[in-house]
Nanobody
Framework: QDELVESGGGLVQSGGSLRLSCAAN????????RAWFRQAGNKPREMVAK???????TYADFARGRFTITADSDKNMVYLEMNSLKPEDSATYYC???????WGQGTQVSVSA
């Protein structure tokens, strides 16, 4: 079964760092555009960072300069390095690839003030 599995979430203090990981079963990351999204409470899911097949990356304004999306083709993994975390970064973070589209189940990030 093709699936994405996120890990690395947790509770961190404001100003801290976390690295989220996304593993794939049956999906070869380098063949897909990849992204991290997040959703906080009842707010709409929003894009955090994207990495296209070409290697080009784009970031949401709130993520630029603090978050970095990377990929390891040998390990078939995608990562999101998050630094200088703020309480407003608290959300469930999702790994996503397209096309076809797949979503992971999400990993919770909580940032305390």
């Amino acid at each position: 079964q093709d699936e994405l599995v996120e890990s690395g979430g947790g509770l961190v203090q404001s100003g801290g760092s976390l690295r989220l990981s996304c593993a794939a079963n049956g999906i070869l990351f380098k063949s897909y555009n990849r992204a991290w999204f997040r959703q906080a409470g009842n707010k709409p899911r929003e894009m955090v960072a994207k990495m296209f097949v070409s290697g080009t990356t784009t970031y949401a304004d709130f993520a630029r300069g603090r978050f970095t999306i990377t990929a390891d083709s040998d390990k078939n993994m995608v990562y999101l390095e998050m630094n200088s975390l703020k309480p407003e970064d608290s959300a469930t973070y999702y790994c996503h690839v397209w096309f076809p589209a797949y979503w992971g189940q999400g990993t919770q990030v909580s940032v305390s003030a």
